[in-house]
């Protein structure tokens, strides 16, 4: 018997994971292979960090935590913020998640109902217009210009009676484009004139390069009237596998979420929340090293695809992907990966 939901009509496998697992099997096989498919950090989760994970299981935290968040990671998260002059409230702001993604399925659910229409910048990453399919919402793609930056008037054009959500995401994957503090400024006042909740995505916020600076949907919304902010550790600190993500919204949106998450996955796991303390007050140096090195490959990637015949690729402000122009190859995304 077949008990397949109709649901499933709208979820698609994973493109990224199937190419990973085609890349898998090639290395089985003895083949040398380059990951371009997962956005995974290639380095170790810093050694301080670590530790404290260690130190946290022998201590006996592996048991249920409050679905909120532990609160010396509420804490640390607010105190870095802080420094950066941003007021949050550990107690009534923040909700910690298994992974940046529960993060941002739960705000969905929390704010957008079947029928609604989502706006994503494009290019973006595939997942976003896959769970707003999940909630029977319809996800509607708004280019940006061709050097990946906001396109205004895109946006006001893709504005309708049914519009909910915009997400975003600086920096971005798969462009590695940032968006500047005014483009921030306008997404907040169209969100303002039309009545919809911003999904700001920020996991890369410490992957910027050339002096860039990452400017988040707090330093212009910093009642968060409009904004939900997506944040995590697997990118900036390598702790992919330690599932550990977070929002940061009003009240009423991460009370919503908690109810969410008490009734699904419960809480994130108390001793990645404890390790994830010593990330955000621990040593930097590792991160900083990170950076550096992202930034390196990034001069050589663009270089590479820029040296070849038929391709063009704009040097990235941030993250650590490079979007090359194949266009010239008239193929389609699959066939050319």
Sequence with gaps: M???????????????LKMFELAKKLEAKGRKIYHFEVGEPDFPTPANVVEAGIKALNEGHTRYV???????LLDAIADYYKQRSIKINAQENIIVTPGAKMSLFNGI???????????????????????????????????????FQLDEEALKNAMTRTVTALIINSPSNPTGG??????????????CDHDFVVFSDEIYESLVYDGFRQTSMLDVDPDMTRSLIINGFSKSYAMTGWRLGYAIGNSQTISNMIRIQQNTTSCAAGFSQIAAVEALKGDQ??????????????????????????????????????????????LSSTTLA
């Design 2 to 16: 077949d008990w397949t939901s109709h649901a499933m009509e709208r979820i698609p496998a994973s493109g990224t």
């Design 66 to 72: 409050s679905s909120r968040g532990f609160p010396p």
């Design 109 to 147: 659910v929390a704010t957008i109902d079947g029928g609604d229409e989502v706006l994503c910048l494009s290019p973006a990453w595939p997942t976003y217009r896959v769970m707003i399919r999940m909630v029977g919402a319809k996800p509607v793609d708004v280019p940006m210009s061709p050097d």
């Design 178 to 191: 940032v968006l500047t503090k005014e483009h921030l400024k306008i997404v907040y006042d169209l969100a």
């Design 285 to 330: 140096t590792s991160i900083e090293k990170m950076r550096l090195a992202y930034q390196k490959r990034r001069d050589v990637m663009t270089q590479l695809f820029c040296d070849m015949d038929g391709i063009s690729c704009i040097s990235p402000k941030g993250a650590f992907y490079v979007f090359p122009n194949f266009s010239e190859y008239n």
